[in-house]
């Protein structure tokens, strides 16, 4: 399948079967799910641009290290990413109908390219702070999102928004710029702590505020105009 980018506002190709994936006629002939999670990812596209400036922060960091015997204090403060809309998409809405009346749907994407910039400021032992930035740039990061319809009838359903997980698959680097030099032992324990806390947290916190426009869109969207 080719890959092609997007904006989110795009309407979403046709599903189509797989194994343990129930299509569109096979489950319910009565919604447009295709339609209904494309407005759905307009309206978090919306949200992100007007509501959060298309950026999501972070919290502020501060860890301790030593190199030659010597303790540093590192604050990395200012944290953010910015241009969260324009996604690559490489495979159709998943529509998974469950026990009873309930349908999983779910919708995997990958941010082409971000960049997630710090402020870095370095205090040692004599209370001496250099201050830098630091620059992450992360290709190919993936975001998967998932939509619960409840079917009451065959008109009327009730959605909630799933789970969403971020995990980065493919390219990943860091900078560090600092206004004078440091120690390279030092260098190289901030930029493993960084890869680490990327991995571990940095991905899971993108997530959560991601899930918060989800929630929104849920909310904000009627599933019912989708019944046809």
């Known amino acids: 399948m080719t890959r092609s980018s997007i904006v989110l506002d795009n309407v979403f190709r046709r599903v189509t079967p797989s194994s343990g994936i129930s299509s569109i006629r096979d489950t319910a002939s009565t919604f447009d799910y295709e339609k ?11 949200s992100i641009r007007v509501d959060g ?13 030593t190199t030659d015997g010597v303790p540093y204090q590192v604050y ?9 809309s324009v996604i690559m998409r ?35 032992q004599d209370a001496h702070d250099i201050t830098g930035s ?21 008109s009327s359903y009730q959605a909630s928004a799933g789970s969403v997980t971020v995990t980065n698959l ?7 710029y600092s206004q004078e030099d440091i120690p390279e032992d030092l260098d190289s324990q901030i930029e493993s702590y960084l890869s680490d806390e990327f991995s571990s947290t940095l991905t899971v916190t993108l997530a959560t ?9 849920v909310k904000t969207v009627d599933p019912n105009v989708y019944v046809i």
């Open 209 to 217: 505020s991601i899930k918060n426009y989800l929630e929104e869109a």
């Open 36 to 46: 209904y999670v494309a407005k759905l990812m307009t309206s978090m596209e919306v």
């Open 170 to 176: 493919g390219y990943y680097w860091s900078g560090l």
């Open 134 to 154: 630091v620059d992450i740039e992360v290709e190919d990061l993936v975001m998967n999102i998932g939509v619960t319809l409840d079917k009451e009838s065959e």
């Open 76 to 84: 990395l403060t200012d944290r953010y990413v910015q241009g969260l």
């Open 90 to 124: 490489d495979y159709d809405v998943n529509v998974n109908e469950q026990s009873g009346q309930s349908i999983n749907l779910t919708s995997l994407f990958r941010f082409p390219e971000l960049e997630f910039t710090y402020t870095i400021v370095i205090i040692d």
């Open 53 to 65: 400036k298309n950026r999501v922060d972070f919290p502020d960091l501060q860890q301790g290290f």
